[in-house]
């Protein structure tokens, strides 16, 4: 059975920094890009960040980029989401999700996903 | 990256079927069959629907099927039923290597 645990939501004051963990269990975690998706309180979906099986392709939501940096210990089975320089609207519940290969051997969408870690930047 | 545009809300009666649009651009939704629908019921974890414009996972009942044409794809639930009243998503592989989701769609069963 799939799962996906993140940890390591706080609540942080503005400028600060958190680093997400996304333990991985039921596949084989270096064969599947991984992604983190967000949702702010009471909004919608947000694609952040996603990263392939061997950490050498990395995508960033331009929200995102050039603040957050995404990686993975594929020896440990486990999705990092590094956050600097946060704001309030980087406020969210942050989810790892696992990639489903399509038809056509492509990572298009997203098969699994955890339950979420809370991230609250507020002074 | 602008959102993906998806009606607010769209009701219908028990044993009905409805029908959820998400219009994008041809650097999305119109360029990929990669369109899939996400329900997420409250609190809890977006779950898959379908995937690649109109593929099911195991698991997903026959009721919810997927389509697309040109720009924008669609979403539709028949039969509808009670369990159905929650909140869904689209979201798109775009030409950024990037990925969209819609704007969010609550449907509500009356």
């Known amino acids: 059975e799939v799962q996906l645990l993140e940890s390591g939501g706080d609540l942080v004051q503005p400028g600060g920094s958190l680093r997400l963990s996304c333990a991985a269990s039921?596949?084989?975690?270096?064969?599947?890009?991984m992604s983190w998706v967000r949702q702010a309180p009471g909004k919608g979906l947000e694609w952040v960040s996603a990263i392939s099986g061997s950490g050498d392709r990395i995508y960033y939501a331009d929200s995102v980029k050039g603040r957050f940096t995404i990686s993975r210990d594929n020896s440990r089975n486990t999705l990092y989401l590094q956050m600097n320089s946060l704001r309030a609207a980087d406020t969210a519940l942050y989810y790892c999700?696992?990639?489903?290969?399509?038809?056509?051997?492509?990572?298009?969408?997203?098969?699994?996903w955890g339950q979420g870690t809370l991230v609250i930047v507020s002074s | 990256q602008s959102a993906l545009t998806q009606p607010a809300s769209v009701s219908g009666s028990p044993g009905q079927s409805i029908t959820i649009s998400c219009t994008g651009t041809?650097?999305?939704?119109?360029?990929?069959?990669?369109v899939s629908w996400y329900q997420e019921p409250p609190g809890k974890a977006p779950k898959l629907m379908i995937y690649d414009v109109s593929n099911r996972p195991s698991g997903v009942s026959n009721r919810f099927s997927g389509s697309k044409s040109g720009n924008t794809a669609s979403l539709t639930i028949s039969g509808l039923q009670a369990e159905d009243e929650t909140d869904y998503y689209c979201s798109s592989y775009t030409r950024s290597n990037t990925y969209v989701f819609g704007t969010g769609t609550k449907v509500t069963v009356l």
């Open positions: 999700a696992k990639f489903g290969m399509g038809a056509s051997g492509s990572f298009s969408h997203f098969d699994y």
């Open positions: 039921g596949f084989t975690f270096s064969s599947y890009s």
């Open positions: 041809s650097s999305d939704v119109g360029g990929y069959d990669y």
